[in-house]
Nanobody
Framework: QVQLVESGGGSVQPGGSLRLSCAAS????????MGWYRQVPGKQRELVAA???????VYANSVKGRFTISRDNAKNTVYLQMNSLKPDDTAVYYC?????????WGQGTQVTVSS
């Protein structure tokens, strides 16, 4: 069984930075896509950033130029560096790893951007 443990959420003022981490444990074979999603109450969960394979990245338009996703395959860990945070970035952030029809989700970590 694969488990994802997230860390790094919290509260920050607008313009501030946070770094999220997500470490996967368990039996993981091969290369998985890794990514971060976020969700606010009453809205669908949305993709923030993903690294489908090592060295490739995709970003939501709303975070381009501010967020950076990276991965450490040796540690089965994915990171999300979030800079220039805005109140609209407030959400619960979830990490996900997937390959084909198999996916695993983290428990979520709250990010609050407020003055």
């Amino acid at each position: 069984q694969v488990q994802l443990v997230e860390s790094g959420g919290g509260s920050v003022q607008p313009g501030g930075s946070l770094r999220l981490s997500c470490a996967a444990s368990g039996t993981i074979g091969g290369i998985y896509a890794m990514g971060w999603y976020r969700q606010v109450p009453g809205k669908q969960r949305e993709l923030v950033a993903a690294t489908p394979t090592p060295g490739t990245t995709v970003y939501a338009n709303s975070v381009k130029g501010r967020f950076t996703i990276s991965r450490d395959n040796a540690k089965n860990t994915v990171y999300l560096q979030m800079n220039s945070l805005k109140p609209d970035d407030t959400a619960v952030y979830y990490c996900k790893i997937w390959r084909g029809t198999t996916d695993y989700w983290g428990q979520g970590t709250q990010v609050t951007v407020s003055s």
